[in-house]
């Protein structure tokens, strides 16, 4: 990670100087927005929880930390965006100027982030106890213990290691290609919040969840993409025009998953009758407000600004007087997002006992599984039913523009992606998604055709030859989707994951590990685990697939002696999950199940093997099916260089014909 020192004449000064002023500026500003309007929900709050005033250093302090430390990730974010995807890199690999200082300003930005996160742990302490900062602190073992027993105070200790490993990282950081893996780092770092709070309980919050992780992950982008480039116009850095042509893409994107996002999120959290009549849907309309100036100004940014650096990229005063105002309003939207997060939402108004499944899941289900629920009875994912509609979209885009560049592509391919896609769906969102954390049968199905099915129909779809024929050459200086595909293709890490022995062990382990190794019992009506399980397998059974049975290019050239060897190896280690899941006396989870109380389906035991019949019939036959079409085309073609071979003749003069 350590290289030379990219040579120029600005210096560091640039990172702590005048651009530095504007970040804790923004933060200031974030802090007083969130301080001033957090006083009266949090009174609201501790009314509604009964807990005593914890005391204005609290009450006070914590919404303006949490705001300055959320200015703080949004400006880390942002800098190692321009770094990694706004601005080029010398010839050499080492990061230019440009990058060099803005990962500098990530290194700050993150070592406040970190700091800020540090001091929320004794904060949220303070105020989930209603005592004030003194008695926390009064005995250091019962303070250290009460941080593993607050989900809010775990994640911001998590929070400030992350970011303090990446505060270093950065600053040890020179060459370019280091930087895309710390911004999609500093993403993951945004994690551990943002699954805590009121999004994570009460009903619907699995879908609460989910809009929240994509709403926090566009809006860092969005808005630390418009500081860095703010900063960046200060720095009198390069490629400006080119940077905010780029970014004016990406925050277009950003602010529809926003959008999108923010309503759904809205929509579970809060009644549209009580949007007037409460504290939290005014917070919710005041966000809005200020989301819909911000991309009014975005708007103003592609019209007039963009258009005059086109025509003088030295002509910047236009572009830096709309971005600061932008940020400002922003920095504003942080500190309401802020005081948001503290607000408790409005009770229902029809308040019922919940059932103990719809506690756990956050919704109800109508009885036990039968073939109609299953296939009608939807509950739509918005992380992988999302990913899957993208998928199918951004393919079918491919395969349009290939054909109208008079390109040919077989509809075979398309198919089965498009096919592949629909498994996918089907799997999550649909009644096998909604059955699945509660029915041990229906999500060994649908964790088999995550893992097994869905990735061996997108394999054959083919989508990195397509993915070759239709995206071009990055324009400008940086790179762009086909640069950094082919860096990662040749990334050792990608080359060390796609050789066999290695992917196969991880392909094949991943159900033994889920089942057979306790982590699935650790883990049952979590929802955050459920989603990092399904994204796991379905990326190791693509990478798995890919190399056996890929039409694509490898980086590592397999022979189909030992793919066909590898690929029977792993369809009899699923057999072996199935046949130790039918034969053992042991219920996995079964304490978990036992709890949902669900009134049907009390047969845990027949339950388990039910769900080993399904992993046999959706896993494995997949898996045999696989292994027998290599095999018959591996002898196909050796029958086909046997019969070239034959047809040879002598001919006089010693030479060969055919």
């Known amino acids: 990670m350590i290289d030379?020192?990219?040579?120029?004449?600005?210096?560091?000064?640039?990172?702590?100087?005048?651009p530095m002023r504007k970040v804790l500026g923004w933060g200031v500003i974030a802090a007083i927005t969130a301080a001033v309007l957090a006083r009266a929900s949090t009174s609201e709050a501790l009314r509604l929880l009964g807990l005593p005033d914890p005391g204005p250093?609290?009450?006070y302090g914590l919404p303006a930390v949490m705001a300055f430390s959320e200015v703080a990730a949004v400006m880390t974010v942002g800098s190692l965006l321009l770094a990694a995807v706004l601005v080029p890199s010398?010839?050499?690999?080492?990061?230019?100027?440009?990058?060099?200082?803005?990962?500098?300003?990530?290194?700050?930005?993150?070592?406040i982030w970190a700091i800020c996160a540090a001091l929320l742990v004794p904060l949220t302490l303070s105020d989930s106890s209603g005592q004030p900062l003194s008695v926390v602190f009064a005995d250091p073992g019962l303070f250290a213990r009460a941080i593993l027993d607050i989900d809010v105070t775990t994640a911001w200790a998590w929070t400030a290691g992350f970011t303090l490993v990446l505060a270093i990282a950065c600053r040890l950081t020179l060459r370019y290609s280091w930087t895309p893996f710390l911004l999609a780092f500093a993403l993951f770092s945004l994690l551990p919040r943002a699954l805590s709070g009121?999004?994570?309980?009460?009903?619907?919050?699995?879908?609460?969840?989910?809009?929240?992780?994509?709403h926090i992950l566009a809006a860092s982008i969005w808005m630390g993409g418009i500081a860095a480039l703010v900063l960046h116009a200060y720095r009198k850095g390069n490629h400006l025009d080119f940077a905010a042509r780029r970014f004016s893409t990406v925050a277009l994107t950003a602010f529809v998953v926003i959008a999108i996002s923010g309503v759904v999120n809205a929509a579970v959290r809060v009644p549209l009758a009580a949007i007037w009549s409460s504290t939290y849907g005014v917070m919710i309309l005041a966000k809005v407000a200020a989301l819909i100036l911000t991309g009014l100004a975005g708007w103003r940014q592609r019209k007039v600004a963009l258009a005059e650096l086109a025509k003088d990229p030295g002509d910047r005063r236009t572009f830096t007087r709309l971005a600061v105002v932008e940020s400002v309003v922003l920095a504003v939207t942080v500190g309401i997002a802020v005081a948001l997060g503290r607000t408790p939402p409005p009770a229902p108004t029809e308040r019922q006992d919940p059932s103990r499944v719809e506690e756990v899941l956050g919704y109800a289900l109508n009885g036990a599984p039968t073939a109609g629920r299953l296939l009608f009875d939807w509950r739509f994912d918005l992380i992988f039913g999302t990913l899957a509609l993208v998928l199918a979209a951004c393919y079918l885009v491919g395969v349009f523009r290939l054909r109208r560049q008079g390109g040919r592509w077989s509809a075979r391919r398309s198919v089965s992606w498009v096919l592949g896609c629909l498994v996918l769906l089907v799997a999550t969102s649909s009644g096998v998604g909604r059955y699945a954390p509660a029915v041990m049968s229906v999500h060994m199905g649908a964790t088999s055709a995550v893992a097994v099915l869905a990735p061996l129909c997108l394999v054959l779809g083919a989508p990195f030859t397509l993915f070759r024929l239709t995206v071009r050459r990055s324009s400008g200086d940086a790179p762009g989707l086909r640069e950094w595909t082919r860096s990662l293709y040749r990334g050792t890490w990608f080359r060390f994951l796609s050789r066999p022995y290695v992917i196969v062990v991880l392909f094949a382990g991943a159900l033994?590990?889920?089942?057979?190794?306790?982590?699935y019992s650790a883990v049952a009506g979590s929802h955050v685990p459920h989603l990092v399980i399904n994204g796991t397998l379905l990326i190791c059974g693509f990478m798995f697939f890919w190399v056996m049975v890929g039409v694509d290019p490898l980086p590592n050239r397999v022979r189909p002696s030992v793919r066909t060897a590898l690929l029977l190896a792993a369809f009899l280690a699923y057999v072996g999950v199935a046949a130790v899941l039918i034969t053992t006396d042991t219920v996995i989870a079964d304490q978990y199940f036992t709890s949902l109380q669900r009134g049907w389906l009390d047969n845990l035991a027949r339950d388990q093997r039910l769900g080993a019949g399904l992993i046999l019939?959706?896993?494995?036959?997949?898996?045999?099916?696989?292994?027998?079409a290599l095999a018959i085309g591996r002898c196909s073609s050796r029958g086909r260089r046997a019969a070239g071979q034959e047809e040879k003749v002598c001919i006089p003069g010693g030479g060969v014909s055919s």
């Open 57 to 59: 250093l609290t009450i």
């Open 617 to 628: 019939a959706v896993g494995a036959m997949p898996l045999a099916i696989a292994t027998g």
């Open 512 to 519: 033994y590990f889920l089942y057979l190794g306790g982590l």
């Open 4 to 18: 030379t020192e990219p040579a120029d004449t600005r210096t560091d000064t640039f990172v702590i100087g005048r």
């Open 90 to 111: 010398q010839a050499s690999g080492v990061l230019d100027v440009d990058g060099y200082l803005a990962l500098r300003t990530a290194s700050v930005a993150a070592a």
């Open 198 to 214: 009121h999004s994570s309980s009460g009903g619907s919050h699995d879908i609460a969840t989910n809009s929240l992780v994509l």
